[in-house]
């Protein structure tokens, strides 16, 4: 998960990346931090929080320069130290560095360890830091030749922002795991982020999709140089569209709405419910449970309110914050269930833990029958690209039927859409990433990584 943003040739770059990691505030809610560039100096604040808790107006001033980094932390490894919030600053040989990181490097230790061989000495856990510490060490001439360096070393999923004193560097890596977006600002400036409701915020043109495999370079006075490092071997993740976008970015090329709402549609074909009303797992089960509701014909109901200072449970460290949580979060409306043989369509389901609540609520709050309906396949797999999924004994469909896992939550019944549902609603167009439904792994996956622990 996690969210970055670059922004280049901008008069007020730190603030249009500000703006721009708000609205990617639900990637990560652990830190956020931004890094600014003025040709001589960069700038870094970075502090645990939300975006709104970690910058004010002051911070602006410290910012200066029309070229900023910045991420939002998705938090997998629950550490709470700021040295592991983004973007990562060191001096070096060349200069001043920082790094915005997406992803998970699936060689992580194996890198490591290498470097520790070799006298290297981290603060953190973050793969983030194995980035530096080979740009550092690389024995080429130019910085753009060292981060070339690097990545001829590094396997996994990742999307990088790399800032100089005076250039910023984007890469993707060649499968294209995780999203990135090229944009124009309206003052001429340019703009890359992780999703593209950045963009609709701050005002920018959605350009294009950086390449599986490309390199941007930004210097000043010059169009953006685009250099493809890799042959493509593209498989986006899936989950994207099932979870972690929001709704209304276009995911390469693909509108995250839409395809939510074509799962549900898929989802009422393949296991229908005889119920009365059809209700969203709020926020992102809304676009699916609309296309469930019309495939079956049944009234579509917002039968759940979501109180939207919560933070999201599925990305909290512990599994006693989840649990509270899902009591803060939602909170069911009695009228429209009471009596009511009820479907309940959720995005996903890992642990159990946040279904067997909502089924307990409803049937509290009165419902007759409560049928669950998953908008995605079974997750059977760890993901090990960046998902909150460390081990398979985590994961309550890894060892348990459907019955049996409808019986554990207490639903009526429980339905999932099938892989080739999942495949045929996003498009049979590409080589999805399924790891966390088939297990297949395509870029190092076996390597010795339980989770993603640097974003």
Sequence with gaps: MCAIVGVYGAKNASKIAYYSLFSMQHRGQESSGISAADGEKIHLIKKRGLVTDVFDEPCFEVLSGNCAIGHNRYSTAGSDSVLDAQPVFAKYKLGEISIAHNGNLVN????RNELIDKGAIFQTGMDTENIVHLIAKSQKDALVDRIKDMLTKIEGAYCLAIQSRSKMFVIRDRFGIRPLSLGKLKDGGW?????TCAFDLVGAEFVRDVEPGEMLIFEEGKEPKSEQIFEPDYHPCAFEYIYFARPDSIIDGKNVYQTRLEMGRRLAKETPADVDI???VPDSGVAAARGYAEGLGVPFEMGIVRNHYVGRTFIEPTQEIR?????LKLSPVKHLIAGKRVAIIDDSLVRGTTSKQIVRMLLDAGAKEVHMRIAAPEIKYPCRYGIDTPTQVELISSSN???????MIGATTLGFLSIEGLKESLGNDRNYS????DGK????GNAKSPSCNDC
């Design 441 to 444: 792994y395509f870029a190092g």
């Design 278 to 280: 059809v209700l969203p």
């Design 108 to 111: 992580k230790y194996e890198v």
């Design 434 to 437: 399924l790891v966390s439904f």
């Design 323 to 327: 649990d509270l949580k899902v009591k």
């Design 401 to 407: 039927s459907v019955e049996k896992v409808a019986e």
């Design 191 to 195: 703009i890359v982020a992780s999703e």
